[in-house]
């Protein structure tokens, strides 16, 4: 930290001057989400921090889809996001194009889609969900059938939990699909590690997990149980981040990092401060169904 304090001084600063605020997702390195942010949280957290937002400026410090929710539901700010190629593997497996085709194919079946989506995504699908609400959107929808896109990992953890039938797509968290089986049983066995796992991942270290969830739920289920060892099967930096909060807690590491969030840096938050850029700009009838989309997660809530 003491190298990057010249950097979280000059942010902070320039941050109230500017009158903005900085959201950053739990994957963000710890100088961010400890050092500069003002707001940190899940996907869903953010996005509801975004709808309840006052100051006229949001830096959004997590992966694109975040910002375009963040404009979505703020849609008289200005949202920066430091760097434009920070993206998501799942966001980029499936297109409006896609999600029209499959509407086709199935009929009058509700389309929920994971909030790891583009905007225009967004606009196709009748409801967005995160990982901390998923099967309760998908319930809401009172059908007994739901198009779920586009994460095929996440919609057999959902399939799991509910009578819901569901329509899946092939989308694959990159950072989390690497995680293995094998890994979490070393974990387990080697360090007597209780094992907390992204639904993201696949079923089978799922199968593993003493408790699957959101970002946000994981730190929740950490502050419950205080283990003296555990694995969180997810993100890096979400246990550098939590460590400081858990100090009787070892965290033990199987970690893949997430190469779109680490594009976000101190020194790209100052420029986007100094320069107002990236600003994300989104046509307002992609906003509207977008907001009608995300509208219906936000009713649900956690
Ligand atoms: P959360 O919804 O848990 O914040 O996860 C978002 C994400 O990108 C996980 O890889
Ligand atoms: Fe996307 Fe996976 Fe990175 Fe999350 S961790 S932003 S799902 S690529």
């Not at 080697?190 to 094992?195: E, G, N, P, S, V």
């Not at 907390?196 to 994981?218: I, K, N, Q, R, W």
Request: charged fraction near 20%.
């Amino acid at each position: 930290i003491p190298l990057h304090l010249p950097w979280i001084d000059a942010i902070n600063k320039l941050k109230k001057q500017r009158g903005a605020v900085i959201m950053a997702h739990s994957y963000q390195s710890p100088e961010i989400f400890h050092g500069v942010a003002d707001v940190t949280g899940d996907s869903l957290g953010l996005a509801q921090a975004a709808r309840d937002c006052d100051a006229g400026l949001i830096v959004v410090c997590g992966v694109h889809f975040m910002a375009e929710s963040a404009k979505i539901l703020a849609p008289d700010k200005t949202v920066l996001i430091p760097d434009l190629e920070a993206g998501c593997s799942l966001a980029s497996s499936i297109t409006a194009a896609d999600v029209r085709a499959l509407k086709a194919r199935h009929p009058g079946v509700p389309v929920v889609s994971y909030a790891n989506t583009s905007a225009a995504v967004k606009a196709e699908s009748d409801a967005i969900c995160t990982s901390a609400n998923a099967v309760q959107v998908v319930e809401a929808m009172g059908t007994p059938k739901v198009i779920f896109l586009p994460d095929e990992f996440l919609g057999r953890y959902v399939a799991g939990q509910t009578d819901v039938e569901l329509v899946l797509w092939h989308g694959r968290c990159e950072v989390h699909e690497r995680f293995t089986a094998q890994q979490a049983r070393h974990a387990r066995e080697q360090f007597d590690a209780r094992l907390v796992a992204h639904p993201e991942c696949p079923p089978e270290v799922l199968a593993e997990a003493d408790f699957v969830g959101s970002t946000t739920a994981m730190g929740k289920w950490l502050a419950r149980k205080q283990p003296a060892r555990v694995a969180l099967i997810t993100e890096c930096s979400m246990a550098d981040n939590l460590r400081a909060q858990f100090p009787r807690t070892q965290f033990i590491r199987p970690c893949n990092l997430c190469p779109h969030m680490q594009r976000i840096t101190l020194q790209n938050i100052y420029a986007a401060l100094r320069d107002l850029r990236h600003a994300i700009e989104i046509p307002a009838d992609t906003i509207a169904g977008a907001r009608r989309a995300l509208d219906r997660m936000l009713a649900v809530g956690r």
